[in-house]
Nanobody, 129 residues
């Protein structure tokens, strides 16, 4: 059974940083595209960042480019999202997700929530001014 557990959320002032981690079990992490998604109040879940099996391909939402960095450690089954220069608009619940299907990874595909088959419970990030 696949289990994804997020950690690292919290309350932070604008301009601050947070590091989110996703611990994966029950899957072969190196075979899965991994993504981070954000759900803000009243909005649909949207992709923030994603990373291909090898880490060679990444996707970032326009709003986080240059501020967020996604990385993966397949040996330790973890995926990390480093968030710098946080803004109030970054507030939301952040979910880790895995796409274990066999496919050719593209940025477009990695940005679509419906392509992911496993999800964590989320970790809340609140940025205040």
């Amino acid at each position: 059974q696949v289990q994804l557990v997020e950690s690292g959320g919290g309350l932070v002032q604008t301009g601050g940083s947070l590091r989110l981690s996703c611990a994966a079990s029950g899957l072969t992490l190196k075979s899965a595209v991994m993504g981070w998604f954000r759900q803000a109040p009243g909005l649909e879940r949207a992709a923030v960042a994603a990373i291909s099996w090898s880490g060679a391909l990444t996707y970032y939402a326009e709003s986080v480019k240059g501020r967020f960095t996604i990385s993966r450690d397949n040996a330790n089954n973890t995926v990390t999202l480093l968030m710098n220069s946080l803004k109030v608009d970054d507030t939301g619940v952040y979910f880790c997700a895995a796409d274990q299907s066999w496919h050719i990874a593209t940025e477009q595909r990695m940005s679509v929530p419906d392509n992911y088959d496993s999800w964590g419970q989320g970790t809340r990030v609140t940025v205040y001014s």
